[in-house]
């Protein structure tokens, strides 16, 4: 590739299972040299194995493990998909425990925060940048038992919202993706702290949840429409879940 066209670059966050790791392998399919940033090293070494890029140990939550992406990404990107997130428990908040709470906002909003605060000058240098947050619908509406996962879902939103009005004059273009029932081996279950039944649960009788694979693609096509197209947010659910209580079980 000559320098003038230089190959497109994309950060994806929590790329170590679920949507991370399916969205780092479509943008690879499309052709973006992907940095594939995680916790879990032995995960994203063995998924660039597969796909090529950039293997990246990185925990959100922390400024100095954000501090060293940005560093290895260099001083242009096109794409930052922050998809790093998760809930941690299911209690009413009359039984909420603190400390759940306080790792769905650091991951779910300061993470994204610290990420996109990192890389936007590179973002910004591309001349075409573009963020794309992995939201939910939880970000959207309340459900019992969910408090502390709708908060953190509805602060990724609106820090979305808030970083597409500050950006408004810069080329960089600031999107949403808001999933709803999407069956992943590892979300409920970490949310249920490994009861493999709780986390059963949620899909039983649901005959197609949505895949990681549906979300990649979806994320694939917001990301690479023209510049000028920003996506501001898109829901999307499973055809059996009409909305989050009505769910179409057989
Ligand atoms: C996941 C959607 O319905 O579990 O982000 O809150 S839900």
Redesign the pocket.
Known sequence: MDQQTPRRTAVVTGASSGIGAATARALAAAGYHVFCAARRRDRIEALVAEIGGTPVACDVTSESSVAALAELVGDRLDLLVNNAGG?FGAAPVAQADSDDWRRMYEVNVIGLMQVTRALVPALVASGAGAILNVG???GRIA?EG?AG??AA?HGTQVVTETLRLELWDQPVRVMEIA????KTDE?ALVRFEGDQDKADA?YAGVAEPLTAEDIADAITWMATRPPHVNVDELVIRPRAQAA?HKVHRV
């Not at 999933?179 to 999407?182: F, K, L, R």
């Open positions: 809930a939910s619908t939880a459900y969910g996962y709708t879902k999933p709803g029932m999407v979300f949620v989050q």
